[in-house]
């Protein structure tokens, strides 16, 4: 286990990642969030990785997240990493060894699992200027509905109704083709992927927004199961993979301090020893 100072171990941690210890003394030759050198500390055959702070809250602003992101990229090309999300804080040396020992049996478990694996995004989305514009041509039900409503003599509310109903029918036809379109991308990917998870898209021209898990040694295989997916799609649809990344959308860690009245670590949260 790395050797600390007295003092270094009564200050604040920022946390990281944890790993898997092989008892060596690590050199991670970066630095984490407020400039301050990244190291580890070991218990148990488990590492966490962090710096030191005199903060006790990290302000989610570009620069900190950036420095958080920086540290998991570097590890994340070392190894198998767990992520720790943006902002939590350990009160000192001590409470990081106590919730190692505390949940070590949840964190083994995320290690069989994720053991030399790396999650890849693949975001596709509509690479058109105006999406309801590309659905009204390729919808003909979408286009007659338009069509009725701007020919009809309805009076105002009747037209309000109706207009309504065409966002309505517009909104549906976007979710079923949504949907029918990652099945299919799924369908293929899974034969290159351990898992798969869809988050939720956030603009209105996304199709999907997916997280993969992948064998390090697969990541090629992964890119050319990317090309194979897209190839059942037109030129409308954009597809585009980013990675790799530490598995965050795999980690469901709950972890607890070791103490009466357990605290879950929270997105910005302090752990007391």
Same mark, same amino acid.
């Given at each position: 286990?790395?050797?600390?100072?007295?003092?270094?171990?009564?200050?604040?941690? !920022?946390?990281?990642? #944890?790993? /898997? *210890?092989? +008892?060596? $003394?690590?050199? =991670?030759?970066?630095?984490?969030?407020?400039?301050?050198?990244?190291?580890?500390?070991?218990?148990?055959?488990?590492?966490?990785?962090?710096?030191?702070?005199?903060?006790?809250?990290?302000?989610?602003?570009?620069?900190?997240?950036?420095?958080?992101?920086?540290?998991?990229?570097?590890?994340?090309?070392?190894?198998?990493?767990?992520?720790?999300?943006?902002?939590?804080?350990?009160?000192?040396?001590?409470?990081?060894?106590?919730?190692?020992?505390?949940?070590?049996?949840?964190?083994?478990?995320?290690?069989?699992?994720?053991?030399?694996? !790396?999650?890849?995004? #693949?975001? /596709? *989305?509509? +690479?058109? $200027?105006?999406? =309801?514009?590309?659905?009204?041509?390729?919808?003909?039900?979408?286009?007659?509905?338009?069509?009725?409503?701007?020919?009809?003599?309805?009076?105002?509310?009747?037209?309000?109704?109706?207009?309504?109903?065409?966002?309505?029918?517009?909104?549906?036809?976007?979710?079923?083709?949504?949907?029918?379109?990652?099945?299919?991308?799924?369908?293929?990917?899974?034969?290159?992927?351990?898992?798969?998870?869809?988050?939720?898209?956030?603009?209105?021209?996304?199709?999907?927004?997916?997280?993969?898990?992948?064998?390090?040694?697969?990541?090629?295989?992964?890119?050319?199961?990317?090309?194979?997916?897209?190839?059942?799609?037109?030129?409308?649809?954009?597809?585009?993979?980013?990675?790799?990344?530490?598995?965050?959308?795999?980690?469901?860690?709950?972890?607890?301090?070791?103490?009466?009245?357990?605290?879950?670590?929270?997105?910005?949260?302090?752990?007391?020893?």
């Amino acid at each position: 286990m790395m050797s600390i100072d007295k003092s270094r171990n009564h200050r604040a941690k !920022v946390l990281y990642a #944890l790993c /898997v *210890s092989d +008892d060596s $003394t690590p050199n =991670y030759k970066i630095r984490g969030l407020e400039a301050a050198p990244v190291y580890s500390i070991d218990q148990d055959g488990l590492r966490a990785v962090v710096s030191d702070t005199l903060s006790t809250r990290l302000r989610p602003e570009r620069r900190n997240i950036t420095a958080h992101q920086a540290v998991l990229h570097k590890l994340t090309e070392e190894g198998t990493v767990l992520p720790m999300r943006f902002g939590v804080i350990a009160r000192n040396a001590e409470a990081v060894k106590n919730l190692l020992v505390a949940n070590q049996d949840t964190i083994r478990e995320h290690f069989e699992r994720l053991d030399g694996c !790396v999650e890849m995004g #693949l975001r /596709v *989305s509509w +690479d058109v $200027t105006n999406i =309801y514009e590309y659905f009204v041509a390729t919808y003909p039900v979408l286009s007659e509905t338009r069509d009725e409503i701007w020919n009809g003599n309805s009076n105002a509310n009747n037209h309000r109704e109706e207009k309504i109903r065409l966002g309505n029918l517009y909104e549906s036809l976007r979710s079923g083709d949504r949907k029918e379109s990652t099945e299919k991308v799924k369908e293929v990917l899974l034969d290159y992927c351990e898992e798969i998870i869809e988050n939720p898209v956030k603009k209105e021209k996304d199709v999907m927004n997916l997280a993969c898990l992948v064998a390090r040694e697969r990541m090629d295989e992964f890119a050319k199961g990317v090309f194979e997916a897209s190839k059942l799609f037109d030129n409308v649809y954009l597809f585009d993979y980013t990675g790799p990344w530490a598995p965050h959308n795999f980690v469901t860690l709950d972890l607890h301090a070791p103490t009466a009245k357990k605290k879950t670590l929270t997105r910005a949260g302090t752990l007391s020893d």
